[in-house]
Nanobody
Framework: QVQVVESGGGLVQAGGSLTLSCTVS????????MGWFRQAPGKEREGISC????????YYADSVKGRFVISRDNAANTLFLHMNSLKPDDTAMYYC?????????????????????WGQGTQVTVSS
């Protein structure tokens, strides 16, 4: 069973930066899709940045494009989300996900929210 543990969230002032980490276990395949999702109060969970196992297809939601960067450390089984120029609208619970599927980043981000399991997430709160 795939398990994920998110960390790195916290309270940050608008304009600041924060890096989230996601440690993945139980996933050894090479054909992997993974990404970051968030759910703000009163809103649906949305995919904000996802990538395919080849790192060729990387997707960023328009709301975070140019400010967030997704990366991974395969040796450490860790996925990162580098968040810059944070805005109050970025306030949400952030989740990561990883599955042994062959999907583009855009497809994974658009479909994963309605299937599979989720970890505890990590809260990001941006103050103004």
């Amino acid at each position: 069973q795939v398990q994920v543990v998110e960390s790195g969230g916290g309270l940050v002032q608008a304009g600041g930066s924060l890096t989230l980490s996601c440690t993945v276990s139980g996933l050894t395949g090479v054909n992997v899709a993974m990404g970051w999702f968030r759910q703000a109060p009163g809103k649906e969970r949305e995919g904000i940045s996802c990538m395919s196992w080849t790192d060729i297809s990387i997707y960023y939601a328009d709301s975070v494009k140019g400010r967030f960067v997704i990366s991974r450390d395969n040796a450490a089984n860790t996925l990162f989300l580098h968040m810059n120029s944070l805005k109050p609208d970025d306030t949400a619970m952030y989740y990561c996900a990883a599955d042994r599927v062959v999907h583009s980043g855009a497809y994974y981000c658009s479909t994963r929210s309605r299937a599979g399991s989720w970890g505890q997430g990590t809260q990001v709160t941006v103050s103004s």
